[in-house]
């Protein structure tokens, strides 16, 4: 196998992992040969910022590819890679999802694998690359090799983790992330219909992140569920009348919380 910037790269997709992932590589000097998605502003778009062709369709996927990356939504990988079969028999063909399967690509691919950033992704952030985990895996121990060589010449942190434990790793981040974002959406609307600024909570939500982030979040645990304050719970409770569900989740997210003290 050739120097690792020596591949010939195509991206399939021009979502916001597209446009990170591709910025960064050629950032990094490894060269995105052509850019594929079946939006054409997109396409052009994201072909423009990397300075290389595009197309709409898989069909016009460069004939001597040798690395492919597939960074769309989830449930339009199998579909892709279907039609990308007969026109990349040869390649390593990854995708960038946390919670599908690399081995959904197995049907299609002899060469096939995962190369998946664990973070979310915004087009108004530049991602800090050196504090993202990639995880990567591949059939072949050769591919995990280039793999990881590229996940280190792009970012820092890189772990060979299975089809099991990504799925695993992507509930826990769920909780972590989408579900921790909606608990600060729920207290911004309570705040906010009170004329109480947002920014209130900034610090005790940056203290709760360190604490987090310096020991076991379950021995940092506080508030009125763990300390079996029912009278609180009840006012709270009160309070949340006219949001029946947030008053649903309130009291689900504190039996919860109970349950872990008696695990």
């Not at 939504?73 to 919670?99: E, K, M, Q, Y």
């Not at 694998?113 to 979310?120: A, D, N, R």
Request: glycine share 6%; net charge neutral; hydrophobic share 45%.
């Amino acid at each position: 196998m050739e120097d690792s910037v020596s591949q010939k790269l195509v991206i399939v997709g021009a979502g916001r992992i597209a446009w990170h992932l591709g910025r960064r590589l050629k950032g990094k000097g490894i060269t995105v040969h052509q850019v594929i998605n079946r939006s054409e502003e997109r396409a052009r778009q994201l072909a423009q910022a990397l300075h290389c062709p595009w197309a709409t369709d898989v069909s016009a996927v460069l004939p001597d590819a040798e690395w492919i990356l597939i960074a769309v939504r989830d449930d339009a990988i199998g579909g892709v890679a279907a039609r990308l079969t007969d026109f990349a028999p040869n390649a390593l063909v990854t995708h960038t999802s946390g919670a599908t399967p690399g081995a959904v690509l197995s049907s299609y691919f002899r060469r096939y694998g995962v190369f998946y950033p664990l973070q979310t992704f915004s087009m108004e952030r530049v991602p800090v690359w050196s504090k993202i985990p990639f995880c990567i895996d591949a059939a072949a121990p050769s591919d995990i090799l280039f793999l990881r060589k590229i996940a280190k010449t792009i970012g820092n942190l890189v772990y060979q983790v299975s089809d099991g434990q990504r799925a695993q790793l992507h509930v826990a981040a769920v909780f972590a992330n989408n579900f921790a974002n909606h608990c600060f959406t729920i207290a911004e609307q309570i705040l906010s219909s009170h004329d109480l600024p947002f920014e209130m909570l900034h610090p005790l939500m940056e203290e709760t992140l360190t604490k987090a982030l310096t020991g076991s979040p379950a021995a940092m645990q506080t508030g009125p569920a763990i300390r079996g304050d029912r009278d609180t719970i009840e006012r709270h409770l009160q309070l949340l009348q006219e949001h029946p569900q947030q008053a649903a989740l309130y009291l689900q997210l504190s039996e919860s919380i109970r349950r872990s003290v008696m695990e």
